[in-house]
């Protein structure tokens, strides 16, 4: 199966690595995320930490909930022109992770 080996990914100003390398692998149609990132501004809205590579952006815009180290709500949201962004319920520069995002791919 085609395999892309794990990708690291080129960050927003303002977002930094937490400890795990934030990168992205492609396996077949499969799309594998790790890592997690920290947004050193807190903020509530939608924000762009990374543009996922060509070859591995969704077929159409995806949500998915996050967990962090704050009791905030989070959001991360993959979207089919590229942008990865994140969403906190409150100001909070927690990290977030990136484990456990995955999705197909045509």
């Known amino acids: 199966a085609y395999d892309t080996g794990w990708v690291t990914l080129t ?13 992205v692998r492609r396996v077949g149609k499969l799309i594998i995320f790790r890592g997690h990132i920290v947004n050193s501004t807190a903020t509530t809205t939608l924000t762009r930490a990374f543009v996922i590579p060509q070859g591995f952006r ?9 967990s962090t180290n704050s009791v905030t709500t989070l959001a991360a949201s993959a979207e089919a022109g590229g942008d990865m962004k994140f969403y ?6 927690g990290w977030r992770p990136l484990n456990g995002i995955s999705y197909m791919v045509d």
């Open 88 to 93: 906190a319920s409150a100001s909070t520069a």
């Open 11 to 23: 960050l927003e100003s303002g977002w930094t690595a937490g400890g795990q390398t934030p990168q």
């Open 58 to 66: 969704p077929p159409a815009s995806l949500n998915f909930p996050q």
